[in-house]
């Protein structure tokens, strides 16, 4: 027979299971929202609230942070795959993050419902990089330099991760997605460091809903000529 104990932990790791499934469904449903470049999405399936970054789900909650996109969209996608009785993190919070709130009409019902999700902070970085340029024979190598940043930056290269939601900021992939896009250059060292501050190459880590933003004003790029 079954104990209590082995029960709890049968329920809760059926909870978990459903909570991931339900997740990756709002993920999926959020990131084919056009224009959206990436989203983090947590269910607090228990009993009490928690702590993400300073800013608290309630119980039975989702936490869904999204970058780029049309708010009404993306609250209709959020919509779509979560789950009857599920809430969502307060409108109003002291950690000072911005909660979009949009009104979704259930087209089975005709029941006006909200919807919430949270826009990640940018947290805007300097970028040194050092490139010698070997064999590449174009006009403005250091505007290529830039202009590979920005791809990657945007998740537009496929041969490297780009920037993630609650992700890391790593000089190692950094470097490795301007050699994918500029394979006659050779990419001696890359440093980076909050925007103002000192760089280095040690690898910058994020909160969760908190997201490293590239800009080309903040791109310097050093060239050798081998």
């Known amino acids: 027979q079954e104990s209590d104990g082995d029960f ?83 409108k109003e919070n002291e950690a000072g993050y911005t909660v979009v709130e949009k009104d ?41 330099v830039k202009n590979a940043l920005i791809t990657f930056a945007n998740g537009g290269n496929p041969e490297v991760d780009g920037i993630v939601i609650g992700g890391s900021l790593s000089p190692f992939e950094i470097g490795a997605a301007i050699s994918s896009e500029l394979p006659d250059v050779f990419v001696t060292s890359v440093s980076v460091g909050a925007h103002g501050q000192s760089v280095s190459p040690a690898t910058m880590t994020f909160g969760s809903i908190h997201k490293a933003n590239i800009l080309e004003q903040n791109i310097t790029v050093n060239i050798t000529e081998n």
């Not at 959206?36 to 936490?63: K, R």
């Not at 006006?112 to 403005?140: C, E, H, Q, W």
């Open 104 to 144: 979704v009409i259930d087209e089975a019902y005709g029941t006006t419902y909200k919807v919430r999700f949270v826009r990640p902070i940018l947290t805007d970085v300097d970028i040194v990089v050092n490139v010698a340029r070997k064999s590449y024979s174009g006009d403005n190598l250091e505007q290529a």
């Open 8 to 90: 709890r932990n049968r329920i809760k790791i059926s909870l978990n299971t459903n909570a991931i499934a339900v997740l990756s469904a709002i993920k999926a449903s959020v990131e084919q929202v056009s224009g959206v470049i990436g989203s983090y999405c947590y269910d607090n399936y228990d009993s009490s609230a928690v702590i993400i970054d300073s800013l608290s789900v309630p119980a039975h909650s989702l936490l869904v942070v999204v970058d780029g996109g049309d708010d009404q969209e993306i609250a209709n996608a959020i919509y779509a795959k979560k789950t009857a009785g599920t809430g969502y993190v307060a």
